[in-house]
């Protein structure tokens, strides 16, 4: 919010990222559905501020990687520590991981019996123990921010896509999250409007917020990202600066997908 | 235990009960003989069909009315006993609390129909037709019926006189702008005035059945006793006030807690009315001040000091053990002899206490949990200690009411306490925990397997033996224990079927958001289940209250009992069973199929059915 | 149980983790453990519920000790005191026969009752969709009436109807020598019943099923080859029909069969308490170890690479514990044993008994109504097919409640099935009875089949409401066993496991149709 003027060099070339503190430290995780491997050995660091923008085809893992960061999925072998906290059994960094890192689906799940304000305000008012006038008001601030706050009295059926996705992003950032993730946000959104929701993702970005995000938004990915990651049958092919990835790309099979999707 | 449910998928989306018919709109378009020609006479088997059906339907109506019109008959049983089948034996004298528990239930009603916009507007066409309908229906029945020829012709007049009241109506302007229309609710209370009226001025006769009196039945010819007639004129400016006062409550007032409230009052009614105001505790004040109340102060105080500091969100995990602690020590205290009430208590408080991580919050919420455990505590304590006083209404044998005061009572308190346990299972049932599942699957597929009056014997024979000495539970709560038990097995399949209809991107988003299972299972889970449930549930509560009628195999004294054994015991009445059975049949008939309506105007309303 | 490998995922055994690269974290406390926590609370509510159970049981121990009740199960070979109003035993001479007659009136009234429930239900759902206003008034009015009313009311109205309308039998009633006889006592009529020569006659049926799987496996082959109809069910039943007819001629021949049981039922006898010890025991361990090890079987993947979490071991180690337990329940409880080998012994020992026949007795009979007068009442005697009113007035109740219920699952169905099926049959020529026939039903069964599966269930549990028009079901001989014996724990565990049966019996042969079904939809 703070520095949202538009400028040429994305976010990433403005702010030096290196002295930055870990968030997302990912060291050789694997994860099996029965016979089929989904995660093979990923590793990763993700630096405070830093936005990654994971690519891939379907079925490539990302979305999974994704979920085991805030162990909707559970890995199998290896270390996810989020925020010097490591994700394992214990219940505690469980519930600390899941209220630190905010999660956007592709399918929006609104809880379609609250209204816009409930379902902003739910968790802060169960989860952080917020007191409720504090935490409606704290979801209409929210509801501003992201340019729906005229709605807040309507049900999620009543919202297109695009208003339900934006609804979605203001109920992660409710708890205050010091990480977003975005699991495709807008592939399931009609194309007029996924502009609306890129646009809020956006800002989010410029405020310096931790970010990692799945999608197939190429032009999104290009203005946004500091990194991009581009993983292939549950591996990690290349991982490189926005501007080294599509100008230069190492890998073979990181060109061919990009001479398809460009 | 595998599931003995067919096809499990089905099994648990069928409901158990009534599948309300969504009756098509008869489309009456077309002009008379064009209708007749397409619905009755469109093929020669159509037309062979109908003259057959109408002829075979037309000797079963005769026969039907040769029955119910026959001079043998002794509907006069039936109209001297209402008292007994509405309340059994309950004492004259103390009959006034009748009166007030109807009262209280009927400006609930009132109330609460205001509150959520009850009822709707029909075309005045619409009941015109309907009048039309009855009318033909009735000059059916005058041709009919074994009537004498003035009979016939007083009859034939009214019957024209109705149809000819419908016609007018009917021909009031149809669809379009000026369609006339009139609100179901207003069209429901001139029906009631209108029966209402009608006690006071119609020649029912005065029948009463008085035991120790001869000769035992009194039948005076002139309108009902003035016991029945002003009661009921009260009832109804009882309820058409509530009503309004109900409209201005939803015009001023705020609209959730006017509901909230409502809904807590409809929670509290029945254990209230039937055990504080039917039964009419004898307080020993003693017994009270010096045992009841001290146990309840030590848990109000105890209890809610204990769950303001597990409320708090700094508590952590600490509280969790704690809570553990309490559950086992309510466990313990059943090894050793102590007052019963001691042990709920010490359950209850257990049960609070692991749910407090739940609701954790700030001051207010904290307290407003406290205040709920007093709440609680106090409803559970005051109902424990009246259930446990004897009764002052002295009624001869058997359980204080009967009748339909005991159907009614059976199948509310089931519904009330089969609810909880029935989500419960529904929710071990769908878990993700194998033990869980497998013993509540194992009692659901167990319960389901077996006809409900083994159930019911096995309880009003088996519950004696189960208690500790010193403990005694009336026959009638044991069977109640059994109906629980067999309903919720049902229940919880119906609200498993909305369990699995909650999508898994439901249940990941509250993760998410950091919500705890339990948070994620009362906040998001449940709510959505249970509105998809409605439907099966509402079949399952007619279900139930059809289900009452088996007490009369146990012995009880409900509506079916008196129907079969008391009234055609009575040596007056003997052999009179046909005539009461077919009474209790249309007033089961009514209850059941009113529900049915309810539950498809609610489903249209709510639209649950299109999804 | 263990709770070793509780500190973090990573640490799954059989897997070949790079440990270099993990780092040492810090152990989890037990008590923050989400592993730790699901199962100990699950292993503390299944302590709840045992010990609840264990309550109750002890509670009730010592009070019906106290009152000096019994809840052995030696009252099935004690006498008792019963008549039946009708069945193949209307005074049997011990608690067990009694039950058992009982138990045959059941299932005759449900067998009677599904089969009728399902023509008047699908009658009635057909008429719910005519084109007729009038014949779909009544469908609807029936279905709004008989599901409205509860059962029992429906059926006490039928009983009381019966009984003060239909004629009495008088005291003058003679023995009668007609076809059927209907009277305040009854209905009878003729009836064909099982002779001695039976048993050996159903050996040959019994071959002749076998004989007819490979005729029809046969006759498949001939039709998947040939594409012609060879009509393969039709030659199986005409295979049973035609072994079922020599059998009539040459079943004696299979008067030896009762020596061979005779001689299993001495082996029986001269066995061990020990081999169905080791038999229960191997069962038990077996189970567990093939569920183990398809457990993990399915938790590896196609490199051999085992999976397993923390919670997939406490799995494991639960399925072993309970497999251990019940060894050794089965090793301690020899009563266990000794009842398997009794009853097998005595199975056996009836098995020899129904073979030890003369070698003309007549796998059939049939016999006419007649009066019997005990005392001075004349009732129906024992040889024609007689239905009392109790029987009667249970029967047409369940079969009308019923019929309700099928005929909405019947709407339903058809409904369900597309109008552009009908359309598009109508488009290929075909009238209105073979649409119905061939493309309607076909698809509608699918969807009427699982409900109507349910509704089978519940006539087969509402049957036990005859207790209220005195018809000998099984509840009502039960609670006059337990009145008398005061047996009544055993009484009602023999109900559970009679009703649970027939639940699983229905259960299995609806869905075996339903997955036939499906299997035709493909």
Redesign the interface.
């Known amino acids: 919010m703070t520095d949202a003027t538009p400028a040429e060099p994305t976010a990433g070339q403005i702010r030096d990222l290196s002295r930055g503190r870990d968030m997302i430290v990912c060291?050789?995780v694997s994860k099996?559905y029965?016979?089929?491997?989904a995660l093979d050995k990923v590793s990763a660091t993700i630096k405070e501020q830093e936005v990654v923008v994971v690519l891939g085809p379907s079925g490539s893992g990302k979305s999974t990687w994704i979920r085991c960061i805030?162990?909707?999925e559970?890995?199998?072998?290896?270390?996810i520590v989020v925020d010097d906290v490591?994700l394992?059994?214990?219940?505690?960094?469980?519930?600390k991981v899941?209220?630190e890192?905010?999660?956007v689906?592709q399918?929006f799940?609104?809880?379609?019996?609250l209204n816009i304000l409930d379902n902003v305000s739910?968790?802060p008012?169960?989860?952080r123990?917020?007191?409720?006038a504090e935490a409606e008001s704290q979801a209409m601030a929210l509801l501003e921010r992201v340019g729906i706050p005229e709605q807040a009295q309507k049900y999620p059926g009543q919202l297109s896509g695009g208003q339900q996705q934006r609804v979605?992003i203001a109920?992660?950032l409710a708890?205050e999250p010091r990480i977003m993730l975005f699991d495709e946000p807008t592939s399931a959104l009609d194309p007029e409007m996924i502009k609306e929701v890129l646009d809020v993702i956006k800002t989010l970005a410029l405020s310096g917020m931790t970010m990692m995000v799945v999608t197939h938004e190429m032009g999104f990915a290009k203005e946004v990202a500091d990194r991009l990651i581009f993983m292939e049958g549950g591996q990690i092919v290349e991982e490189n600066t926005t501007e080294l990835f599509f100008s230069n790309p190492t890998e073979d099979r990181t060109k061919l997908f990009l001479s398809q999707i460009l | 235990m595998g599931g003995f449910g067919i096809g499990s998928r089905n099994s648990a989306v069928v409901p158990s009960a009534n599948v309300p018919i969504a009756a098509p709109p008869e489309v009456l378009k077309l002009p008379p003989r064009e209708w007749v020609k397409a619905n009755l006479f469109s093929s020669p088997f159509n037309s062979v069909l109908t003259l057959l059906t109408t002829v075979v339907l037309l000797a079963i109506f005769r026969g039907f009315l040769a029955f119910v019109f026959d001079p043998v008959r002794q509907w006069d049983s039936t109209a001297t006993n209402l008292q007994l089948f509405m309340t059994r034996a309950y004492p004259d004298d103390q009959y006034i609390r009748i009166w007030f528990c109807v009262a209280v239930i009927l400006i609930l009603t009132g109330v609460s129909m205001a509150v959520w916009r009850a009822g709707s507007t029909m075309p005045v066409a619409a009941i015109g037709h309907k009048l039309l309908g009855t009318g033909a229906l009735l000059v059916l029945l005058a041709l009919l019926a074994p009537f004498s020829a003035s009979a016939t012709i007083q009859w034939l007049v009214a019957a024209l006189a109705v149809a000819a009241t419908g016609e007018v109506l009917r021909r009031s302007p149809g669809k379009g702008e000026d369609e006339r229309t009139v609100s179901t609710l207003t069209v429901l209370v001139i029906a009631l005035a209108g029966l209402v009226a009608s006690l006071w001025v119609v020649p029912y006769g005065h029948h009463t059945y008085i035991a120790n009196r001869v000769p035992r039945v009194l039948a005076e010819p002139g309108t009902v006793a003035l016991t029945t007639k002003l009661p009921w004129t009260v009832m109804l400016l009882i309820v058409v006030t509530a009503y309004f006062a109900g409209r201005l409550m939803r015009d001023r007032l705020p609209a959730n807690p006017i509901r909230a409230t409502l809904m807590v009052l409809w929670l509290l009614a029945p254990p209230v009315l039937v055990y504080l105001v039917l039964r009419d505790p004898d307080f020993d004040i003693g017994h009270v001040v010096g045992t009841d109340l001290p146990i309840f102060l030590a848990y109000a105080t105890g209890g809610a000091a204990l769950l303001s500091w597990l409320t708090r969100?700094s508590t952590?995990?600490a509280g969790r053990i704690i809570a553990v602690l309490i559950l086992l020590v309510g466990f313990c205290t059943f090894l050793t002899p102590m007052r019963m009430v001691v042990r709920i208590d010490m359950l209850m408080l257990a049960v609070f206490a692991l749910a407090a991580p739940?609701?954790?919050?700030?001051p207010?919420?904290r307290k407003r949990y406290a205040v709920g455990w007093l709440g609680v505590l106090g409803v559970a304590s005051w109902l424990i200690t009246s259930i446990n006083t004897p009764s002052t209404v002295e009624v001869p044998g058997g359980f204080f009411i009967g009748g339909l005061s005991i159907t009614l009572m059976v199948a509310v308190f089931t519904i009330l306490f089969s609810f909880p346990l029935g989500i419960g299972l529904a929710l071990a049932r769908t878990s993700s925990m194998p033990i869980f599942r497998h013993l509540s699957t194992g009692f659901i597929e167990i319960v389901r397997g077996v006809p409900l009056i083994t159930i019911l014997i096995f309880f009003s024979i088996m519950v004696p033996l189960f208690l500790p000495t010193g403990m005694h539970l009336d026959e009638v709560t044991a069977v109640i224990i059994g109906y629980v038990l067999f309903s919720s097995a049902y229940l919880a399949e119906n609200v498993r079927g909305g369990l699995q209809s909650v999508?898994r991107?439901?249940h990941?988003?509250?993760?998410?958001?950091?919500?705890?299972t339990a948070?994620k299972t009362v906040?998001?889970v449940l709510?959505?289940a249970l509105?998809v449930s409605i439907p099966p549930l509402v079949g399952h509560c007619i279900g139930v209250f059809k289900e009452t009628s088996l007490l009369a195999i146990i012995g009880v004294f409900d509506l079916l009992y008196i129907a079969r054994i008391v009234i055609p015991g009575q040596t007056e009445f003997m052999g009179s069973a046909r005539e009461n059975l077919l009474f209790v049949s249309v007033i089961y008939w009514i209850f059941a199929y009113q529900l049915s309506k309810a539950s498809q105007r609610l489903e249209r309303r709510t639209g649950l059915g299109e999804r | 149980m263990t709770t070793s490998d509780?500190?973090?995922?990573?640490e799954?055994p059989g897997?070949s983790?790079?440990s270099t690269?993990?780092?040492a974290?810090a152990r989890?406390?037990l008590w923050?453990?989400?592993?730790?926590?699901k199962w100990v609370t699950q292993v503390f509510l299944l302590a709840v519920v045992l010990s609840a159970m264990w309550f109750l049981a002890s509670q009730a121990g010592d009070n019906l000790r106290a009152r000096n009740i019994n809840t052995d199960f030696d009252f099935l070979e004690r006498p008792v005191d019963i008549q039946l109003g009708e069945g193949i035993d209307t005074h049997p001479d011990t608690g067990g026969r009694a039950l058992w007659a009982a138990m045959v009136n059941t299932l005759r009234l449900s067998v009677a009752g599904i089969i009728f429930a399902t023509v008047l239900g699908v009658i009635v759902g057909l008429a719910r969709l005519s084109d007729n206003w009038l014949v779909r008034r009544i469908a609807s009015g029936w279905v709004e009436m008989l599901r409205n009313i509860p059962l029992l009311v429906q059926m006490i109205v039928y009983y009381s109807t019966m009984t003060a309308a239909l004629p009495r039998l008088g005291l003058d009633a003679g023995p009668i020598n007609g076809w059927l006889h209907v009277s305040n006592k009854g209905i009878s009529m003729p009836r064909v019943h099982i002779a001695d020569g039976f048993y050996q006659w159903a050996v040959v049926v019994l071959i002749g099923a076998v004989a007819a799987h490979f005729v029809r496996r046969h006759r498949q082959r001939i039709q998947d080859e040939t594409g012609a109809n060879a009509s393969p069910i039709l030659w199986a039943l005409g295979t049973v029909a035609l072994f079922g007819l020599v059998g009539l001629v040459v079943h004696p021949a299979f008067f030896w069969l009762g020596a061979v049981f005779g001689a299993i039922a001495d082996l029986l006898d001269s066995l061990p308490n020990a081999v169905p010890q080791l038999l229960l025991s191997a069962i038990a361990v077996g189970f567990a170890t093939t569920w183990i090890s398809r457990f993990v079987s399915?938790?590896?993947?196609?490199r051999g690479?085992l999976?397993l979490?923390?919670d997939d071991w406490f799995r494991i180690a639960f399925t072993a514990l309970v497999s251990l337990v019940l060894v050794y329940v089965a090793v301690r409880w020899t009563g266990l044993s000794s009842w398997i080998l009794n009853s097998g012994r005595d199975l056996f020992g009836v098995l020899e008994a129904k073979f030890d026949v003369d070698g003309a007795a007549r796998p059939f009979d049939a016999m006419r109504p007649d009066i019997v007068q005990k005392a001075k009442f004349p009732n129906y005697g024992k040889n024609g097919l007689t239905m009392s009113i109790g029987f009667a007035s249970v029967f047409f109740a369940v079969v009308f409640y019923t019929s309700a219920f099928i005929g909405e699952n019947v709407r339903g169905g058809i409904l369900a099935v597309s109008k552009g099926q009908t359309e598009a049959a109508k488009a290929v020529g075909l009238g209105r009875g073979q649409i119905l026939r061939h493309v309607v039903l076909p698809q509608a069964l699918r969807v009427i089949l699982p409900p109507t599966g349910n509704q089978y269930l519940n006539l087969v549990k509402n049957t036990s409401l005859a207790v209220a028009v005195g018809m000998s079901d099984i509840v009502q001989v039960g609670t006059t066993v337990f009145n008398q014996t005061g047996r009544t724990l055993p009484v009602v565990a023999i109900w559970m496991l009679f009703y649970l049966s027939c639940s699983l019996t229905i259960s299995v042969v609806v869905n075996w149709f339903n997955v036939r079904m499906q299997l035709v939809e493909r």
Do not use: C, Y
């Not at chain 1, 559970?74 to 270390?79: A, S, T, Y």
């Not at chain 1, 123990?129 to 409720?132: G, L």
């Not at chain 3, 509780?6 to 990573?10: K, L, R």
């Open positions: 060291e050789d099996w029965g016979d089929f491997q805030n162990r909707l559970i890995h199998q072998e290896g270390r490591e394992t059994n214990d219940l505690r960094n469980i519930e899941r209220s890192v905010g999660m689906f399918q799940n609104l809880f379609p019996h739910l968790a008012i169960w989860v123990k917020k007191p409720r979605a109920r992660a708890m | 969100p952590g995990e739940t609701f954790a919050g700030g207010r919420a999508t991107g439901q990941e988003a509250a993760d998410a958001v950091g919500m705890t948070q906040f998001i709510p959505q509105r | 509780n500190t973090s995922s990573s799954s897997s983790a790079p690269l993990v780092a974290s989890t406390p923050r453990d989400v592993v730790v926590l399915d938790h590896r993947s196609a690479h999976s979490t923390d």
